[in-house]
């Protein structure tokens, strides 16, 4: 069983960078493609970012594309997700989540593990 823990999560004013961490229990995290997520209140979740285990391909939501960067530390099989230039309408819980799959990476039901969530709160 993949385990997922997800931190970093805070109050930020917009403008400001928060970064946020997903620590894989999976010894075999370089084969699993990464995604993140998000669901803001009376929404449903949204994609905000995937990476494809087999080929590293990234993909971006055209929401946060140039303000958010990702990174991979594969020594402590963690995955960053650093957000800058942030907004109110950022304002979520984030999730991250696993899957051994590579395919239809930008859907919720393509992942079979994933985190408690953080919230993030952006104001205004």
């Known amino acids: 069983q993949v385990q997922l823990v997800e931190s970093g999560g805070g109050l930020v004013q917009a403008g400001g960078s928060l970064r946020l961490s997903c620590a894989v229990s999976?010894?075999?995290?370089?084969?699993?493609?990464m995604g993140w997520f998000r669901q803001a209140p009376g929404k449903g979740r949204e994609f905000v970012f995937a990476?494809?285990?087999?080929?590293?391909?990234?993909i971006w939501a055209t929401t946060v594309k140039g303000r958010f960067t990702m990174s991979i530390n594969s020594a402590k099989n963690t995955v960053y997700l650093q957000m800058n230039s942030l907004k109110p309408e950022d304002t979520a819980v984030y999730y991250c989540?696993?899957?051994?799959?590579?395919?239809?990476?930008?859907?919720?039901?393509?992942?079979?593990?994933w985190g408690q969530g953080t919230q993030v709160t952006v104001s205004s």
């Open positions: 990476i494809s285990g087999s080929s590293g391909t990234p």
């Open positions: 989540a696993a899957t051994p799959s590579n395919v239809r990476l930008t859907s919720t039901s393509s992942y079979n593990y």
């Open positions: 999976e010894h075999t995290f370089s084969s699993l493609s």
